[in-house]
């Protein structure tokens, strides 16, 4: 199988290494040139743009950002022709993005002009360090034939893989489970302050949830672990309140969407959103 991967960023450098360390022919495309560097000295071939990624690929996975991104790297632009572009007819492109369905849905409909389908594949389970030792959960939705052809890649970059339903479940399933653990985070730094001015300094109120469980979570469980995220994102700490923002809004606008009456998640956007800008995710 040959795979094109295009964006090796915090996740998609380690994704992108599996896949060669697993035997697959991988182009990659970044637009920095020292990630590419790295892959092509474990392997890797290099690309000067999504099209030449996809070139001859039977897969291309595409782990960038933000929506207006996949619509540029797949539909391409003025500056750089997308995989669109050269895909051939029968090839699978896996988004890896969270993304809206409605995005998804749209560039499936681009895609589906050039005979190539598309699959969603959401990742969740461990961030970049699942990333690079190949044991994210991969979260998949599109049509059966399509994930098939693709699941030997993304057997290499995972340790289990759940074919959601059709096309855009994938990204709903973890949309809803990033809107759990954002509203849970959200909670949790409340309760460490109600503590803390009871007179409870938050190692010790932790410890104690941990011992009770009843209120425990796995984000009160793992609280240290999300202050080093924060300290240590490579965009500092506005980088985590970025994926914040972008994963409360994407759920609440899919709940707008599909006509769910959705009051905390509301509240979370108006109210708590703010702060959390201003403060900071742990604070």
Known sequence: MRVGFIGLGNMGLGMARNLVKAGFETAVRDLRQAAVDELVAAGA?????GAEAARDADLVCVAVFTSEQIRHVVVGGEDEPGVLAAARPGSVIALHSTIEPAVVAEVAEAAAGR???VIDVAMTGGGDVA???GTLTFLVGGDEAAVGLARPALEAMSRSIHHVGGLGSGVTAKIVSNFLLDGTIALVREALRIADSGGIPEPRILEI???GGVGSSWVSNNWARIRTQEAEHWDGARGVVAMWHKDVNLAHSLA????VHAPVLGFLVSDIAPEITDRGLTV
């Open 45 to 49: 071939t290099a690309a000067a743009s």
């Open 115 to 117: 005979g190539v389908r």
């Open 131 to 133: 990333a690079a030792e």
């Open 209 to 211: 949830i941990g011992d």
């Open 256 to 259: 707008r969407a599909n006509g």
